[in-house]
């Protein structure tokens, strides 16, 4: 946000008006503590818009005051409620966009992969067996309950779950051990939190199951790679929003790195750092922004911010017009160019930066056969098509 | 004249510029040849369209040979043509040639009278492709019109079957005077208006199809969401008729039209189930390359050699089948062909009499990544957190029962809905087991906090509960909140109820009361 905010006005800000500004603490993110500064950058502050990160504690309670301001808030929130509250009142909620796709795509999106691994032979699974465990936040059931609807269709069974554990959690043993009585061919983590899910997968692997691991979001920080070490290598995990490998994303990590040092973790920063750019430019269209209760001005940001095809360092964000939220891509758009990528990655050396592998056309490497796991069906074949360089031989650690 | 010409011939270089000027102007390619065979005059129009000219005093015979590999003519074969040509000098003829550049070109050469040869060279292109298109809409013309002849003849017999009967059968009952007869003729009539309808549908369609309204759209979709709605179609009258049918559900992506695939298959398995009268039919795939064939496998009584190519014919019924009453329009493997037509897939039949049949359509493999599977539809009653979850809400007023009961079922909640206790008590002991109750505070003769107690003993269990009130009076909130129960004042907003029943439901240890 101050790297968006510090090269924008250097640009000379909004029509000659700099930027400014104003940060609050939501804490533990409960709906209080978010409702609470919502409720203060608005009345102490006279804000003309928030934009931030996630704060996916109070289910959309912050969108009240909000909405009575009528301001612009913009959030990576990643949740399947933004959706019903919009479209239960569009009027009201003009001003609320959601800038990365719902929790609610990583189903779909999860079940597609998996069965791209199967389907182009770049891995054969020992069966059609999937489990299923979620954590107990929203987002995390959100996500399991999706992967499980999408599961069918594309040649899955569920042979456990979706099993709602009691998180935040270091004990996995117990349900690792229901779930290797199952055996799946693959097991997927709905649990977002990057500490425990690095337990997890050192349980998992004191005795490891023959199926692939997923992990939720949590396990792209670097927290995890530090706790799990050598046990994370092989792990596949995905974001509906993350900073691309290409010349604009790298840029965007080198000035980032600059700014707040080596280590700074560029991939989070992207989030806050596109939607203040995107809104920089949709209040410029607008001519100008809108304090609290100017409903008409804010209305006229809105539709610019609506009708405008933005491509962030981390893709594309392209409202949706009735969800306000960025469409995802591959799911819900075949376009890259329309859509926010939702992006796999495994991790191939812990020590080294998580490895893209999909989807097309930002991927940078290849798939590789977990460790822990057996080949079977001869070698692993390469991915379909772009003419990428030579696996890196499994099991980097 | 004749002096003139004579003179004109003695010496080309003397023509008059006005006539070489004229020459040059005319839009066609001119050369003239001296009965020597040597080229006495080419014109500037020539020279422009050929790319390759006969240079003055050339011999015929070198020209041709040198136009013949020059390719700028489209030949078969060049040295016969050459041996044609020279051959035919100061013949009469004319042939039209297509040049390397796309036109056609029409060459016209006559004798002069002093035994050389003139020819002209005309651009004939635009009305070759003409004469071509209207030849090829002539022929589709006529070969539609003959098709509609042959399909109207064939509609017209079909229709007539079933409105013959028909008209009997008005005629018969209005005489009959037993009821039962009667009866039985009413439904031998309404199978009639059935076959109708059915035909009527199918010429519907055929006549879409070929008036080409129908437009194929090509997407990647499972092909295990087709075979599902297959099933649940086709499931009734299968069982109807005692035969298995089975759907061995493909995990594929593929491309074609999802609609039209769906009407070639569901052709083809009402078809097998037609005509299938013991066993059963079995649907599955098969890879073949960068292919999966989708294949009707019967145990029906199969297609005899002589058959097999006319069953796709529009009203074709294999022989023995016209003596029963109701065997289908002999329009559906028709209507097959020509959707399979449109979507360019091939359709396929291996059969033997008395042992079953095979049919088939092959369609290529889709991009798994832009598959169309249910999950397009972004809804919290497919995936929400509250899925499926059942929960008693009980409320006396009509309104607010029925939008709250909106509300929660948009959020794919299974709401058991009561007005007062003796309905909640009613639902309970009734077996609905649920997860969370909902209870006004203010029902009509008794609290909720009274209603959650009587259920609770009901169910047998603490099932977790909250109270909604109109009623912020601070006693009757600590009273609320003394029982050990949370508490939403109204109108309670959605986030609101949300965050505690995610709390009640899935982290119990998040509850605190609020203040």
């Given at each position: 946000?101050?790297?968006?905010?510090?090269?924008?006005?250097?640009?000379?800000?909004?029509?000659?008006?700099?930027?400014?500004?104003?940060?609050?603490?939501?804490?533990?993110?409960?709906?209080?503590?978010?409702?609470?500064?919502?409720?203060?950058?608005?009345?102490?502050?006279?804000?003309?818009?928030?934009?931030?990160g996630y704060?996916i504690?109070?289910q959309n309670?912050?969108?009240?005051?909000?909405?009575?301001?009528?301001?612009?808030?913009v959030h990576a929130n990643t949740l399947l409620q933004h959706h019903d509250t919009i479209m239960?009142?569009?009027?009201?909620?003009?001003?609320c966009f959601m800038a990365d796709p719902a929790d609610y795509w990583y189903g779909p999106g999860f079940i597609k992969f998996i069965s791209w691994l199967?389907?182009?032979?770049?891995?054969?699974?020992?069966?059609?067996?999937l489990?299923i465990?979620a954590g107990?936040k929203p987002y995390s059931i959100v996500i399991a309950q999706s992967m499980a609807a999408a599961a069918v269709d594309y040649?899955w069974?569920?042979?456990?779950?979706p099993?709602?554990?009691?998180?935040?959690?270091?004990?996995?043993?117990?349900?690792?051990?229901?779930?290797?009585?199952?055996?799946?061919?693959v097991?997927a983590n709905t649990h977002f939190?990057?500490?425990?899910?690095?337990?997890?997968?050192?349980?998992?692997?004191?005795?490891?199951?023959?199926?692939?691991?997923y992990l939720q979001y949590g396990a792209m920080?670097?927290?995890?790679?530090?706790?799990?070490?050598?046990?994370?290598?092989?792990?596949i995990v995905s974001s509906v929003i993350g900073l691309l490998?290409?010349?604009?994303?790298?840029?965007?990590?080198?000035?980032?790195?600059?700014?707040?040092?080596?280590?700074?973790?560029?991939?989070?920063?992207?989030q806050?750092?596109s939607n203040?750019?995107?809104?920089?430019?949709?209040?410029?269209?607008?001519?100008?922004?809108?304090?609290?209760?100017?409903?008409?001005?804010?209305?006229?940001?809105?539709?610019?911010?609506?009708?405008?095809?933005?491509?962030s360092?981390h893709g594309t964000i392209r409202y949706h017009p009735d969800w306000q939220a960025a469409v995802p891509y591959p799911v819900v758009t075949h376009d890259p160019s329309l859509g926010m990528p939702h992006i796999f990655y495994?991790?191939?050396?812990?020590?080294?930066?998580?490895?893209m592998i999909a989807p097309e056309?930002y991927n940078?490497?290849?798939?590789?056969?977990?460790?822990?796991?057996?080949?079977?069906?001869?070698?692993?074949?390469?991915?379909?098509?772009?003419?990428?360089?030579?696996?890196?031989?499994?099991?980097?650690? | 004249?004749?002096?003139?010409?004579?003179?004109?011939?003695?010496?080309?270089?003397?023509?008059?510029?006005?006539?070489?000027?004229?020459?040059?102007?005319?839009?066609?390619?001119?050369?003239?040849?001296?009965?020597?065979?040597?080229?006495?005059?080419?014109?500037?129009?020539?020279?422009?369209?050929?790319?390759?000219?006969?240079?003055?005093?050339?011999?015929?015979?070198?020209?041709?040979?040198?136009?013949?590999?020059?390719?700028?003519?489209?030949?078969?074969?060049?040295?016969?043509?050459?041996?044609?040509?020279?051959?035919?000098?100061?013949?009469?003829?004319?042939?039209?040639?297509?040049?390397?550049?796309?036109?056609?070109?029409?060459?016209?050469?006559?004798?002069?009278?002093?035994?050389?040869?003139?020819?002209?060279?005309?651009?004939?292109?635009?009305?070759?492709?003409?004469?071509?298109?209207?030849?090829?809409?002539?022929?589709?013309?006529?070969?539609?019109?003959?098709?509609?002849?042959?399909?109207?003849?064939?509609?017209?017999?079909?229709?007539?079957?079933?409105?013959?009967?028909?008209?009997?059968?008005?005629?018969?009952?209005?005489?009959?005077?037993?009821?039962?007869?009667?009866?039985?003729?009413?439904?031998?009539?309404?199978?009639?208006?059935?076959?109708?309808?059915?035909?009527?549908?199918?010429?519907?369609?055929?006549?879409?199809?070929?008036?080409?309204?129908?437009?194929?759209?090509?997407?990647s979709f499972q092909?295990?969401?087709?075979?599902?709605?297959?099933?649940?179609?086709?499931?009734?009258?299968?069982?109807?008729?005692?035969?298995?049918?089975?759907?061995?559900?493909?995990?594929?992506t593929?491309?074609?039209?999802?609609?039209?695939?769906?009407?070639?298959?569901?052709?083809?398995?009402?078809?097998?189930?037609?005509?299938?009268?013991?066993?059963?039919?079995?649907?599955?795939?098969?890879?073949?390359?960068?292919?999966?064939?989708?294949?009707?496998?019967?145990?029906?009584?199969?297609?005899?050699?002589?058959?097999?190519?006319?069953?796709?014919?529009?009203?074709?019924?294999?022989?023995?089948?016209?003596?029963?009453?109701?065997?289908?329009?002999?329009?559906?493997?028709?209507?097959?062909?020509?959707?399979?037509?449109?979507?360019?897939?091939?359709?396929?039949?291996?059969?033997?009499?008395?042992?079953?049949?095979?049919?088939?359509?092959?369609?290529?493999?889709?991009n798994i990544w832009h598959s169309e599977g249910g999950d397009a539809e972004i809804s919290e009653a497919v995936a929400g957190e509250f899925v499926?979850?059942?929960?008693?809400?009980?409320?006396?007023?009509?309104?607010?029962?029925?939008?709250?009961?909106?509300?929660?079922?948009?959020w794919g909640?299974?709401?058991?809905?009561?007005?007062?206790?003796?309905?909640?008590?009613?639902?309970?002991?009734?077996?609905?087991?649920?997860?969370?109750?909902?209870?006004?505070?203010?029902?009509?003769?008794?609290?909720?906090?009274?209603?959650?107690?009587?259920?609770?003993?009901?169910?047998?269990?603490?099932?977790?509960?909250?109270?909604?009130?109109?009623?912020?009076?601070?006693?009757?909130?600590?009273?609320?909140?003394?029982?050990?129960?949370?508490?939403?004042?109204?109108?309670?907003?959605?986030?609101?109820?949300?965050?505690?029943?995610?709390?009640?439901?899935?982290?119990?240890?998040?509850?605190?009361?609020?203040?």
């Amino acid at each position: 946000m101050t790297l968006a905010v510090e090269e924008l006005n250097a640009q000379g800000g909004l029509l000659g008006r700099k930027f400014q500004p104003i940060f609050a603490d939501t804490c533990r993110q409960t709906a209080e503590e978010v409702v609470g500064a919502a409720r203060m950058l608005i009345e102490k502050h006279q804000v003309h818009a928030i934009i931030c990160g996630y704060n996916i504690g109070p289910q959309n309670s912050e969108y009240e005051p909000i909405a009575d301001a009528g301001i612009i808030y913009v959030h990576a929130n990643t949740l399947l409620q933004h959706h019903d509250t919009i479209m239960s009142d569009p009027k009201r909620y003009f001003g609320c966009f959601m800038a990365d796709p719902a929790d609610y795509w990583y189903g779909p999106g999860f079940i597609k992969f998996i069965s791209w691994l199967r389907d182009t032979g770049q891995w054969t699974p020992s069966s059609d067996r999937l489990a299923i465990i979620a954590g107990s936040k929203p987002y995390s059931i959100v996500i399991a309950q999706s992967m499980a609807a999408a599961a069918v269709d594309y040649g899955w069974r569920l042979c456990f779950g979706p099993k709602i554990v009691q998180t935040p959690t270091t004990e996995w043993r117990q349900v690792i051990d229901e779930v290797r009585a199952t055996n799946p061919a693959v097991v997927a983590n709905t649990h977002f939190y990057a500490g425990d899910l690095a337990y997890f997968q050192r349980q998992f692997m004191e005795n490891p199951i023959d199926c692939l691991v997923y992990l939720q979001y949590g396990a792209m920080h670097r927290t995890f790679a530090d706790i799990a070490q050598e046990a994370s290598v092989g792990i596949i995990v995905s974001s509906v929003i993350g900073l691309l490998r290409d010349e604009v994303g790298k840029s965007f990590e080198a000035r980032y790195n600059a700014r707040f040092g080596e280590g700074a973790s560029a991939t989070i920063g992207c989030q806050s750092y596109s939607n203040m750019h995107h809104y920089a430019v949709a209040a410029a269209m607008a001519g100008g922004s809108g304090a609290p209760g100017d409903f008409e001005q804010n209305r006229r940001v809105a539709r610019a911010l609506k009708g405008m095809i933005y491509r962030s360092v981390h893709g594309t964000i392209r409202y949706h017009p009735d969800w306000q939220a960025a469409v995802p891509y591959p799911v819900v758009t075949h376009d890259p160019s329309l859509g926010m990528p939702h992006i796999f990655y495994q991790i191939h050396d812990h020590r080294k930066p998580l490895s893209m592998i999909a989807p097309e056309p930002y991927n940078t490497e290849r798939f590789i056969l977990p460790p822990w796991m057996s080949r079977r069906g001869g070698l692993q074949k390469p991915a379909s098509a772009n003419g990428l360089g030579p696996g890196r031989p499994a099991g980097g650690a | 004249m004749a002096e003139k010409a004579d003179h004109e011939t003695d010496i080309p270089s003397a023509l008059d510029p006005a006539v070489l000027a004229g020459l040059d102007a005319l839009p066609s390619g001119i050369t003239i040849w001296r009965p020597d065979r040597r080229l006495v005059h080419v014109n500037e129009t020539l020279r422009r369209t050929l790319g390759i000219a006969p240079a003055s005093g050339e011999l015929f015979d070198d020209f041709m040979i040198r136009l013949a590999h020059s390719r700028e003519v489209v030949l078969e074969d060049p040295n016969r043509w050459v041996r044609e040509e020279i051959a035919d000098f100061g013949q009469e003829k004319s042939a039209d040639y297509i040049l390397a550049a796309g036109l056609v070109m029409n060459v016209t050469q006559r004798p002069t009278r002093d035994g050389g040869m003139a020819a002209t060279y005309s651009d004939v292109t635009t009305t070759k492709r003409n004469e071509h298109a209207l030849r090829e809409a002539k022929e589709t013309a006529e070969a539609t019109d003959e098709a509609k002849s042959r399909f109207l003849r064939a509609a017209n017999h079909d229709l007539r079957q079933p409105l013959a009967s028909l008209k009997i059968l008005i005629y018969s009952c209005m005489r009959e005077a037993d009821e039962e007869t009667r009866a039985e003729m009413l439904h031998a009539m309404s199978v009639a208006a059935l076959i109708m309808e059915d035909l009527l549908g199918a010429l519907l369609q055929i006549g879409q199809l070929d008036a080409g309204r129908i437009k194929p759209r090509v997407t990647s979709f499972q092909l295990s969401q087709l075979f599902e709605r297959l099933n649940i179609q086709f499931r009734h009258q299968a069982e109807e008729k005692g035969l298995r049918l089975r759907f061995v559900t493909p995990r594929d992506t593929v491309a074609t039209d999802r609609a039209l695939l769906e009407r070639i298959l569901s052709n083809f398995v009402a078809n097998a189930i037609r005509f299938t009268e013991v066993g059963g039919v079995v649907i599955g795939c098969r890879k073949e390359g960068k292919l999966l064939r989708v294949e009707i496998v019967d145990t029906g009584r199969g297609i005899k050699d002589a058959d097999r190519e006319r069953v796709f014919d529009e009203f074709y019924r294999v022989t023995d089948e016209r003596r029963s009453e109701k065997t289908g329009l002999g329009l559906g493997l028709n209507i097959v062909r020509r959707l399979a037509d449109l979507l360019e897939l091939p359709v396929g039949l291996r059969s033997r009499s008395g042992h079953g049949s095979i049919f088939s359509v092959t369609v290529p493999f889709g991009n798994i990544w832009h598959s169309e599977g249910g999950d397009a539809e972004i809804s919290e009653a497919v995936a929400g957190e509250f899925v499926g979850v059942p929960v008693l809400l009980v409320e006396d007023d009509d309104i607010l029962r029925r939008s709250m009961t909106q509300l929660l079922q948009r959020w794919g909640i299974e709401v058991h809905a009561a007005a007062n206790e003796d309905e909640a008590l009613r639902l309970a002991r009734g077996g609905a087991q649920v997860r969370l109750i909902i209870a006004d505070y203010n029902l009509t003769s008794r609290t909720g906090l009274e209603v959650v107690r009587e259920l609770r003993k009901a169910f047998g269990t603490e099932t977790p509960a909250f109270i909604v009130t109109a009623d912020a009076e601070p006693k009757v909130l600590n009273g609320i909140r003394e029982a050990g129960l949370p508490v939403l004042i109204k109108p309670a907003s959605p986030p609101r109820l949300r965050v505690l029943m995610h709390n009640l439901l899935f982290e119990p240890e998040q509850i605190r009361r609020p203040d």
